[in-house]
């Protein structure tokens, strides 16, 4: 299953009419590229939002690391690695949240890619903080795998950082998710 909910993601995330018609141009087979990328980054917050460690160790290199940044507070960077989260989730200790992001900019150079795009993240339906994430990511294996995050944390921040238009947010989360996002 997790496999299969995987394989739909990323497939959802590289099909373009384009691609399909044969007709593909260096902008589209960019588009595409581009949107490889971001739907690992899709199926990552999918599988957070889900509680999901399988779909997280699938996503994530075996050495990932996260980096808190808290420009708010002047407490140091705090270092974790990726491959806890996904332990606490299987271990019953992890919370599942609904993490939303939007206007991603995209770079990429062969087996690399950068993403930095804002972001807010709610836990049971409570907006915790909003701030800015940036993934690294490389090819392994022919798919995209996240060796790092680093994020900031700003609970001031979501006004400014926030979309008018909601609907600009990805990925698309389940039903019950999403109820977080539209407050």
């Not at 960077?77 to 992890?94: H, K, T, V």
């Not at 001031?156 to 999403?178: G, I, K, N, V």
């Amino acid at each position: 299953m997790r496999g299969a909910f995987l394989f739909s993601v990323l497939a959802l995330a590289i099909s373009t009419p384009a691609a399909a018609s044969g007709d593909a141009s260096p902008l589209d087979a960019a588009h595409a590229a581009d949107e490889e990328v971001l739907g690992a980054i899709d199926a990552f917050f999918l599988a957070l939002a889900a509680g999901d460690a399988d779909a997280l160790d699938e996503l994530i290199s075996t050495e990932a690391l996260s980096v808190r940044l808290t420009p708010e507070t002047d407490a140091p960077p705090r270092y974790g690695r990726l491959a806890d989260l996904a332990a606490s989730f299987r271990e019953g200790r992890g919370t599942p949240v609904v993490e939303p992001y939007w206007s991603p900019t995209v770079l990429r150079r062969g087996p690399l890619a950068a993403v930095w795009t804002p972001y807010e993240v709610s836990v049971d339906g409570r907006l915790v903080h909003c701030g800015i994430d940036l993934f690294t990511l490389s090819r392994q294996a022919g798919a995209w795998k996240i060796d790092s995050i680093s994020y900031t944390a700003e609970p001031s921040a979501c006004d400014e950082l926030r979309p008018e238009d909601r609907s600009l947010m990805r990925p698309m989360f389940p039903t019950e998710s999403a109820k977080e996002i539209s407050q």
